[in-house]
């Protein structure tokens, strides 16, 4: 009786956060109206975004100015601090689309007028991603993904010809079996830069497998390709290609330790590497994240990275994860008027183009999209967002019978990381591995999809 009573008081707590007046959208000014003595916060992980995002408030509610403070926060784990903090937590935040399905019982329903925006100028396998059937509380604002790079200046002061194809590739590294064709060659040949050997050629990402997962594209193989929420496809021949290539690398020693011996595949770690390889200059290739200071960096280092779509592995182009950030409401807002209109303003061109002057985030828009901002002659910012359109969204489905569940889950939660680093290190063959990833997918599938 005592677990039913605090289980009814909690549901008491909840109901009574979500009851608060509901958003009131005024059809003559195309706005939310703002309740009298409104005081909302913005999270956003940059402070100059933030104070951009004021600014654009107060000078288009001049009556309501002051009402909209921002918070510095990482969008990473933000909708769980809604669930842990509820209305200690900012009204409208900034978060990642795979982070919502799991809170979505913490954040607002969007109102209709703000769906049928989201359906209008994002595109919609980035809409459909995040939102669980039947209710809308997120909508994509910008890319969050990793995109190709190549070093032109390191390229160029090693010797190698720089001259591009269509694609912006070096022509003399444009497929993969040339780039392991160099790391061979580098065997007994190192090269120096800046002073130090030159021991990776690609630091390719294993454990963390988010950004490892562009390598398991390189026979065509796509997660999810069939559209079965219960078929991740790894007993396909084409994820077995691209273990393959895992262990191809491998043998063609596209990085190396200092000794010259081949790096453990458990080092693989990904996201610190990518951040070497772009302020350290440790490679000639690598991928780049829109959450990194890719122009600062290249500034402070003086050098220079050209952006591409990633080269090819017998004919097929190797196509990276690529998902958005965006912004959801907090269900335990004290304002949800203000907040909606708060989150309408951030949707349309004018916060745009603010997003782009003040943080690394590249708009993911419809194309003709109403809302899409000039680059204002951001060269970085324009070859990045060519090279996302060759990128692969994560997809959106959630199990059938757990609607709560996202299929993509399988993927991160099952230890692909350590299947892919026993292929680098030769102790599984491709075969071996793909049995494993088969195995245990069917199995968490199986104790997941109830």
């Known amino acids: 009786m005592k677990r039913l009573f605090v289980l009814v008081l909690s549901l008491g707590i909840a109901v009574s956060a979500f009851a608060q007046q509901q958003a009131v959208w005024i059809d003559s000014t195309h706005q939310f109206a703002i309740e009298p003595g409104a005081k909302i916060q913005v999270a956003v992980d940059s402070d100059q975004w933030g104070a951009a995002i004021v600014a654009l408030w107060n000078e288009v509610h001049p009556n309501h100015a002051g009402a909209v403070t921002y918070i510095h926060a990482d969008a990473t784990g933000a909708t769980d601090k809604i669930t842990q903090l509820q209305d200690s937590f900012a009204d409208v935040v900034l978060c990642i689309d795979s982070e919502v399905s799991r809170n979505a019982q913490s954040l607002l329903t969007l109102d209709p007028h703000l769906v049928w925006l989201g359906q209008h100028v994002t595109q919609p396998p980035f809409f ?56 061979r060659n580098w065997q007994d040949n190192r090269p120096s830069y800046h002073g130090s050997p030159v021991n990776i050629v690609y630091p390719m990402s294993l454990t963390e497998v988010w950004s490892a997962y562009s390598s398991l594209t390189s026979d065509g193989w796509e997660i999810y390709g069939d559209g079965n929420p219960l078929q991740p ?16 690398a491998s043998r063609a020693g596209l990085w190396v330790l200092a000794n010259g011996r081949k790096i453990p595949g458990s080092s693989m770690t990904g996201l610190s590497h990518w951040d070497d390889f772009l302020n350290n200059q440790t490679a000639p290739f690598g991928l780049v994240g829109t959450w990194q200071d890719v122009k600062g960096a290249m500034k402070k280092g003086d050098f220079k990275l050209e ?98 569940r996202k299929a993509m889950d399988v993927y ?3 230890p692909m990381g350590q299947i892919y680093s026993d292929v680098w290190d030769g102790k599984k063959t491709p075969s071996e591995g793909q049995q494993e990833a088969v195995t245990l997918a069917a199995k968490w599938l199986a104790d997941n999809n109830k």
């Open 128 to 183: 459909e991603n995040a939102n669980p059937a039947g209710n809308d509380v997120y909508i994509p604002l910008a890319y969050n993904g990793m995109v190709f790079a190549w070093n032109k200046t390191m390229l160029e002061k090693l010797g190698y010809s720089v001259r591009t194809d269509d694609h912006n590739l070096p022509r003399e590294f444009n497929t993969w079996e040339k780039i392991f064709a160099l790391a």
């Open 233 to 248: 496809g790894f007993d396909k021949a084409s994820f077995r290609g691209g273990l393959d290539f895992i262990r191809d």
């Open 307 to 404: 952006f591409a779509p990633m080269p090819t592995w017998k004919g097929h182009r190797l196509t990276p994860f690529v998902g958005t950030k965006g912004f959801v409401i907090n269900g335990f807002t004290h304002y949800p008027s203000a907040s909606e209109e708060l989150y309408r303003l951030l949707y349309t061109k004018a916060a745009m183009e603010a997003m782009i002057r003040t943080s690394s985030y590249l708009p993911a828009l419809r194309r003709g999209s109403p809302i899409t901002p000039s680059f204002g002659g951001d060269w970085v910012k324009e070859e990045m967002a060519k090279a996302f359109q060759y990128s692969y969204p994560e997809p959106a489905y959630f199990l059938p019978n757990n609607q709560y």
């Open 412 to 414: 991160y939660n099952i």
